[in-house]
C-alpha cells in the first residue's frame, strides 16, 4: 500500500477530505522521525513501538572485486511490532 492508497482508503471510512486526511498524516510522520532524530521512542500499544539502534563501524567487502571497504558507525531506526499487530497478522494453523 502507497501514502495515497492509505489516504484514500482513510478518506472513505472517515469521510473526510484527502487533503485534511494527508495534512495529518505527513504531521504525524515528521512528529516520528523529529523524536527519532533525538534519540526518543514512539510507542503506540497494541502497534508497536519506533526506536533508533546504533550500527558500529565495520570492514564490509565490495562483492564485484572483493576489496575491503570502511563501512562507518550509523543509527538506524528500529519497528518492534507490538501484541496487538502480531496476533492480528498471525497465521491461524
Given at each position: 500500500?502507497?501514502?495515497?492508497?492509505?489516504?484514500?482508503?482513510?478518506?472513505?471510512?472517515?469521510?473526510l477530505?484527502?487533503?485534511?486526511?494527508?495534512?495529518?498524516?505527513?504531521?504525524?510522520?515528521?512528529?516520528?522521525?523529529?523524536?527519532?532524530?533525538?534519540?526518543?521512542?514512539?510507542?503506540?500499544?497494541?502497534?508497536?513501538?519506533?526506536?533508533?539502534?546504533?550500527?558500529?563501524?565495520?570492514?564490509?567487502?565490495?562483492?564485484?572485486t572483493?576489496?575491503?571497504?570502511?563501512?562507518?558507525?550509523?543509527?538506524?531506526?528500529?519497528?518492534?511490532?507490538?501484541?496487538?499487530?502480531?496476533?492480528?497478522?498471525?497465521?491461524?494453523?
Amino acid at each position: 500500500m502507497t501514502k495515497d492508497e492509505l489516504i484514500a482508503r482513510i478518506a472513505k471510512t472517515t469521510k473526510l477530505p484527502k487533503t485534511n486526511i494527508n495534512k495529518v498524516l505527513r504531521s504525524t510522520l515528521d512528529e516520528i522521525t523529529k523524536c527519532l532524530k533525538k534519540g526518543d521512542k514512539v510507542s503506540f500499544v497494541g502497534f508497536g513501538t519506533f526506536t533508533t539502534a546504533h550500527r558500529a563501524a565495520r570492514t564490509g567487502r565490495n562483492p564485484q572485486t572483493g576489496a575491503k571497504l570502511k563501512i562507518p558507525a550509523t543509527t538506524v531506526p528500529k519497528f518492534r511490532p507490538g501484541k496487538g499487530l502480531r496476533d492480528s497478522v498471525k497465521k491461524k494453523r
